[in-house]
């Protein structure tokens, strides 16, 4: 092969290998594994930033409460939310099948939370109150909902933005929960 | 039954372009006239076929046929009527059979207005836009049917998101999709010419007029989006360096390349292999662009609701296409070889010049908007990269462009001097360098330069003309004979030059401009560059399928009466979006550009904008298209090439 047959090859060879790395992303894409519209969390296999809010009823809950042993899910939410009420039916499936949620109502009178609870289900094992919403800021919170698996030892190892749907929780939460079991 | 009337037209489109995508090419390789001349009749079945295909779905549009997926979810009983029709290319299902509909044009004006083509020449062209097309109809029929219908149907329709209704974005989509799909017929000429296995003169010829329309149609849709992103998203600037932006420029810049080298093919002889490739890669991007976006992996603020699934059919399509092209390119462009001997200092190599520079800024651009993708990919990193690095960039080497634009045209064929060339050019010197001192007086060094830029390279533009015309030299009457009898090409190029001049000197201005937010109470005034901003006053007011805020604001000079801007805030409930609506008084040398953001305590916060020559940014866009209109008007065009000197018959190897 003379040079100039090689020049001309290169823009095949170009082709190919973003066609292939175009491939691998819509594949990926199509199995959670890789989001370009993914936002970069800063807390990402970090412990819990520490935090020590009140619950519902009034008891402390603090960022040592998330290290249960096992994996736990977080949850932002706010009754002032409306996708959060397209999400509530979701976490109240993942209740149901055993992956125990805290809630964190972010900005949010604790009455109209509770209002909210009240409405369309609790999902939640215990629920931090952050009314002047500092705890978000240390998480970095994108908005409301957003969702956070906290692993045994109270390690940040995933973060999910906008609301959670039923398909992200029987592929990717779900496998999660299994990793980090 | 007028949707599923839609649905076997596209069916019965996609028969077609099978068709037009085996029986001229076979017909071409056997030599059999008969095959090769069934080839414009195809075409136009197919574009036949297409055009009842989009009439059914603007009818259902029109009808607020619920019943239709597509329209349920993107129209409504409320909508305005240009915005049903406009809307039916407002999605991912519309729009692709738009553009399906637009590549059948192409092969329809082959079919018509390529008669004087050689017939093997032509039926490949034909055959080549025919597969193409089978590809996108079978990908628009299975994968992306806007015909679906929905049972039951709902009682109203979801509308369509309220940045869309606009009538600058309604008409962008046909403009740019011309533009992005005009380029086919370049790369259908470059591939048939790699199966003819010749590229001449004569290819040169036919080949410029297709690429030298789309790229009129491809400068006006991104000066329309520019300029719809300017007055509807109000943010107050005119490119953003988002992919779906980038995207469209990326394709523009080749295909300016594509049209100064296809002149140095058609005049010389020379560049043959560099212009096929050309062709084939500007409109591979058009395709990737387009279709990339579709597919969610480029994330930008304008998107369709995409799906990675049918990002698959799509990649495959594109590797198909693209990869099937290069791969001809690699077999067969070895055999290509140029005729035309030229030294560096030449028209032809100041073409060169263009063509490396342009597709440098080609390369930069698509490695700022990719990287941030593959970056992920591979290293797991999530990084963005935005308007300081294509600023960084793209500027170092727009500027030899432009220094070189306004020479290159003074310059003769095979080898020429450079000072002749200046020395015609010395009065443009001049003036730029006059326009850059007067800035540099009062502002920053970059601007200056753009202005100097814009002035220089207008100024050259004219001083060819001026040149040709021997102006001030002979007596006047002579002049306006040499006018006369200038080809239009070569006003085609002053013009077109020209305006990019002029859109330079816009975004100069657009540097320079100057704004403030600011949080005030009815009847205060707020200072700004020179004016004075009274708000008067916030109101309602209804609109057909909105509610609006709209304040008014008095702008005063030295105590006199400017103007009476009246931003408004509209608020379109079934979608629960709201839309800025910018208010912008222009004199053609300066925007002063309001917009009115929340409403806080009886206060409202207004962003307030003095933009010294934005609107020539879109204006010379607009003198470029026409430049490139008035170089289509060529009688060289009209008439006509000659034929080939013999059409001696090498059987094509396939």
């Known amino acids: 092969m003379t040079r100039r047959r090689l020049l001309l090859l290169a823009p095949l060879g170009a082709t190919v290998l973003a066609g292939g790395a175009f491939f691998a992303m819509l594949v990926r894409m199509t199995q959670g594994k890789f989001d370009p519209r993914g936002v970069p969390s800063m807390i990402i296999d970090k412990p819990v930033p520490p935090f020590d809010l009140p619950d519902e009823s009034g008891a402390k809950l603090t960022n040592a409460d998330l290290a249960t042993g096992r994996p736990v899910l977080v949850n932002f939410f706010a009754s002032w939310c409306e996708p959060c009420v397209e999400e509530a039916p979701v976490l109240m499936q993942m209740k149901q099948r055993g992956v125990p949620i805290y809630g964190i109502a972010y900005k949010d009178k604790p009455n109209a939370t509770l209002g909210f609870l009240r409405g369309h289900g609790n999902p939640y094992a215990r629920i931090a109150m952050d009314e002047p919403g500092r705890v978000a800021i240390d998480w970095g919170l994108y908005g409301v909902p957003e969702s956070y698996l906290i692993d045994g030892q109270g390690i940040v190892r995933w973060r999910y933005v906008g609301p959670l749907t039923a398909d992200v929780a029987t592929t990717q939460v779900a496998g999660l929960m299994r990793k980090f079991a | ?654």
Not at chain 2, 54 to 68: I, K, Q, R, T
Not at chain 2, 442 to 463: E, R, S, T
Not at chain 2, 505 to 516: D, P, R, T, Y
Not at chain 2, 520 to 527: A, D, L, M, N, Q
């Open chain 2, 1 to 654: 039954m007028i949707p599923e009337l839609g649905h076997f037209a596209l069916a019965l489109a996609v028969a077609f372009a099978f068709a037009q995508g085996i029986v001229p090419l076979w017909g071409a390789y056997r030599r059999d006239a008969r095959l090769m001349n069934a080839a414009p009749a195809i075409a136009i079945g197919q574009l036949m076929a297409l055009v009842v295909s989009y009439a059914c779905l603007v009818w259902s549009a029109l009808v607020d046929d619920f019943s239709v997926l597509n329209i349920a979810e993107n129209s409504h009983s409320l909508k305005p009527l240009l915005y049903k029709i406009t809307g039916t290319w407002g999605d991912h299902e519309g729009s692709t059979l738009l553009w399906c509909l637009i590549l059948a044009g192409c092969g329809g004006a082959i079919a018509l207005f390529g008669r004087k083509l050689p017939g093997s020449l032509r039926a490949r062209v034909i055959g080549v836009l025919g597969a193409t097309a089978c590809g996108f109809e079978l990908f628009a029929l299975t994968a992306s049917d806007p015909f679906t219908r929905v049972w039951p149907p709902p009682l109203d329709g979801r509308d369509m998101n309220p940045l869309l209704q606009d009538p600058g974005l309604a008409f962008h989509p046909p403009i740019l999709y011309v533009g992005y799909v005009g380029f086919a017929v370049p790369f259908a000429f470059a591939v048939a010419a790699l199966l003819e296995g010749r590229v001449d003169a004569a290819w040169g010829r036919w080949v410029r007029p297709w690429a030298l329309g789309a790229w009129c149609f491809l400068t006006g849709g991104i000066a329309l989006g520019s300029w719809w992103a300017y007055y509807e998203l109000g943010w107050g600037g005119y490119w953003f360096w988002d992919p779906v932006e980038n995207a469209s420029l990326l394709p523009w810049l080749t295909g300016t390349a594509l049209l100064h080298s296809a002149i140095v093919v058609e005049k010389r002889e020379a560049l043959k292999t560099w212009t096929v490739l050309l062709a084939i890669g500007t409109f591979s991007l058009s395709l990737s662009g387009t279709f990339l976006v579709r597919s969610g992996i480029l994330n930008s603020v304008h998107s369709f609701a995409n799906d990675p699934a049918r990002g698959v059919f799509i990649l495959v399509l594109l590797g198909l296409v693209i990869g099937g092209s290069l791969l001809l390119f690699a077999f067969r462009a070895p055999a290509m070889t140029g005729s035309g001997l030229f030294a560096p200092i030449s028209r032809e190599g100041a073409l060169v010049l263009n063509n490396i520079l342009l597709c440098s800024i080609t390369a930069v651009v698509l490695t700022g908007t990719t990287y941030p993708l593959f970056a992920d990919l591979l290293l797991n990193t999530k990084l963005s990269v935005g308007a300081p690095f294509f600023n960084a960039t793209v500027f170092p080497l727009a500027i030899p462009v432009f220094a070189a634009m306004a020479l290159g045209p003074m310059l003769s064929w095979k080898r020429a001097a450079l000072w002749p060339a200046f020395r015609r050019l010395w009065w443009a010197l001049l003036v730029a360098l006059a326009a850059e001192m007067f800035v540099v007086l009062k502002m920053h060094a970059l601007p200056a330069m753009a202005f100097g830029c814009a002035a220089w390279i207008i100024c050259g533009a004219l001083a060819d003309v001026v040149d040709r015309a021997r102006l001030f030299r002979v007596p006047l009457h002579d002049s306006f004979g040499r006018l006369r009898g200038m080809p239009r090409a070569a006003f085609g190029t002053t013009i077109g030059h020209a305006g990019l001049g002029v859109t330079i000197a816009g975004i100069a201005g657009m540097s320079l401009a100057v704004q403030s937010i600011v949080l005030v109470k009815p009847g205060e005034t707020v200072h700004l560059a020179g004016y004075d901003w009274t708000l008067e006053g916030v109101r309602d007011a209804a609109g057909s399928n909105y509610s609006a805020r709209v304040a008014t604001i008095d702008v005063r000079r030295n105590g006199k009466l400017v103007t009476v801007l009246e931003p408004s805030l509209r608020t379109f409930p079934v979608q629960q979006m709201t839309t800025t609506e910018a208010a912008i008084e222009t004199n053609g040398l300066r925007d002063l550009y309001a917009v009115i953001g929340g409403e806080r305590e009886g206060s409202a916060v207004l962003r307030l904008h003095d933009n010294p020559l934005a609107p020539w940014i879109w204006f010379g866009a607009l003198i470029m298209a026409t430049g490139g209109m008035i170089s289509l008007a060529d009688r060289r065009l009209r008439i006509g090439a000659p034929a080939r000197r013999a059409v001696p018959a090498i059987a094509a190897r396939a």
